[in-house]
């Protein structure tokens, strides 16, 4: 990748980026790139010391190498101390999660990075706040601390809204090449600084929201219109079951038509993007009073689809005759394929639903070696021969691409006769003959 020149709005200005992960790690290697001087703040000591080591974010391309070289031409500096970090940097980035608990928004941890810029917050400062919010949150919630610096918002200090627009994996490129760039500011001088700004890292340019909130919205937008067409496809799919047809047949033939965008089905929706975003919209509109009904429904077909997908899997095992201690090898932890992310996988689902039947669970994945969330009694290895010996049934629940080179050998050790359900379409059916391969969306 091409380095960038400094730009002259950011020289001799430093850059606190809050947050270092999947979200603040590319947006702090893509500041990096333009030329700036940034200081890296993670509450995780462990993930500084990765990033120290040149370890860290190694399913990104690129950021590792980018922070070992702004290291070491002191480019960059690391701290967990939030409130210096806003004492030391003209420009503050804030790119911590904000989750869900118990299906409510949790924005515990944005309001303590904003209340530790606060105690830092200087005149002519910059605030931008990057996590997907429900609309009004920069403004009503976060504005309100910054604020308690005695600081005016506009007047004395800019305040920014610039979600981020990320694909885990492809992160820098997504903010450097391949989507334009969502600001809006709290006033016009905010907004003008926004477009300024974010045009030195975006090649896509800018689009610029006439709110605050609207910006938010469009975030949030973006994944309810994925979580709703996900959710089309598997209805869809349950309905080609019932009927006999081929899910994936017709899905080809009606996209060669430009006005459908039929989506994968699978066993489910998973991350902090996609499954989280409806539940910020159907909360917000529960409190005026609203029912978003279509976003709600489809928010529990895919929340039911590892149920589902579990009951069409033990279909399989119903002429085994054994019956008892039976065995089901899970691939697949990520909540998406190729990620080293589990946070709300449907994995997690598949793996209680077996669990509950009685069956035992072993679970592979190539890139989570470790899982806290697991139970105690479920193995999780990267080693695929391990976790299939003496399997029952196996159950591809997430699409990494390896799998898709899987055959019957791959599968010497499960226990005969081979018994796959694939819910994800990512098998060669041509490598299963002599296997009973049940996949989704065909019958």
């Known amino acids: 990748?091409?380095?960038?020149?400094?730009?002259?709005?950011?020289?001799?200005?430093?850059?606190?980026?809050?947050?270092?992960?999947?979200?603040?790690?590319?947006?702090?290697?893509?500041?990096?790139?333009?030329?700036?001087?940034?200081?890296?703040?993670?509450?995780?000591?462990?993930?500084?010391?990765?990033?120290?080591?040149?370890?860290?974010?190694?399913?990104?391309?690129?950021?590792?190498?980018?922070?070992?070289?702004?290291?070491?031409?002191?480019?960059?500096?690391?701290?967990?101390?939030?409130?210096?970090?806003?004492?030391?940097?003209?420009?503050?980035?804030?790119?911590?999660?904000?989750?869900?608990?118990?299906?409510?928004?949790?924005?515990?941890?944005?309001?303590?990075?904003?209340?530790?810029?606060?105690?830092?917050?200087?005149?002519?400062?910059?605030?931008?706040?990057?996590?997907?919010?429900?609309?009004?949150?920069?403004?009503?919630?976060i504005l309100p601390i910054l604020e308690k610096s005695k600081l005016k918002g506009e007047k004395d200090f800019c305040l920014i809204y610039n979600p981020e627009r990320i694909y885990e994996g492809r992160a820098l490129q997504d903010i450097e090449e391949n989507y334009p760039a969502i600001v809006s500011g709290l006033g016009k001088k905010s907004t003008d600084l926004a477009q300024n700004l974010l045009s030195l890292i975006s090649k896509k340019g800018v689009l610029t929201m006439s709110s605050l909130a609207t910006a938010e919205a469009e975030k949030l937008f973006e994944g309810v219109y994925r979580d709703v067409n996900i959710a089309l496809a598997n209805e869809l799919v349950d309905f080609c079951k019932d009927v006999g047809i081929n899910y994936w047949e017709a899905r080809k033939a009606a996209n060669s038509q430009p006005y459908c965008h039929l989506h994968y089905p699978g066993t489910g929706v998973g991350g902090l993007c996609i499954p989280v975003y409806p539940r910020f919209v159907i909360e917000q509109a529960a409190k005026l009073g609203k029912n978003m009904k279509i976003t709600e429904f489809a928010r529990k077909i895919n929340d039911d689809m590892p149920i589902q997908c579990v009951k069409d899997a033990i279909r399989l095992l119903k002429n085994n005759k054994k019956t008892k201690n039976l065995k089901i090898a899970v691939l697949g932890l990520g909540f998406r394929g190729d990620v080293t992310d589990s946070r709300l996988s449907p994995s997690y689902a598949v793996i209680n639903e077996f669990r509950k039947k009685k069956l035992r669970v072993s679970v592979h994945d190539p890139y989570i070696l470790q899982d806290d969330d697991l139970p105690s009694n479920v193995e999780l290895s990267s080693d695929l021969g391990k976790t299939i010996h003496k399997a029952d049934l196996i159950f591809i629940s997430t699409d990494h691409k390896q799998y898709s080179k899987l055959d019957e050998s791959s599968f010497s050790k499960a226990n005969k006769p081979l018994l796959i359900f694939d819910g994800r379409n990512i098998l060669n059916k041509n490598n299963f003959n002599n296997s009973k391969l049940l996949t989704i969306g065909i019958p």
């Open 1 to 141: 990748m091409t380095k960038k020149k400094p730009a002259s709005i950011i020289t001799n200005k430093k850059i606190a980026v809050y947050g270092l992960g999947n979200v603040g790690g590319p947006l702090a290697a893509a500041w990096l790139r333009a030329g700036a001087n940034v200081i890296g703040v993670d509450v995780s000591t462990k993930l500084l010391t990765e990033i120290r080591n040149g370890e860290s974010h190694k399913k990104e391309p690129f950021i590792s190498e980018i922070f070992s070289t702004a290291l070491k031409n002191n480019k960059l500096s690391l701290t967990s101390d939030g409130i210096q970090a806003s004492k030391d940097s003209q420009i503050k980035i804030v790119a911590v999660p904000v989750a869900l608990k118990n299906n409510k928004i949790d924005l515990s941890i944005i309001i303590t990075v904003a209340q530790n810029i606060t105690r830092g917050l200087k005149k002519n400062d910059t605030v931008i706040i990057c996590p997907s919010l429900p609309p009004g949150t920069t403004e009503k919630i």
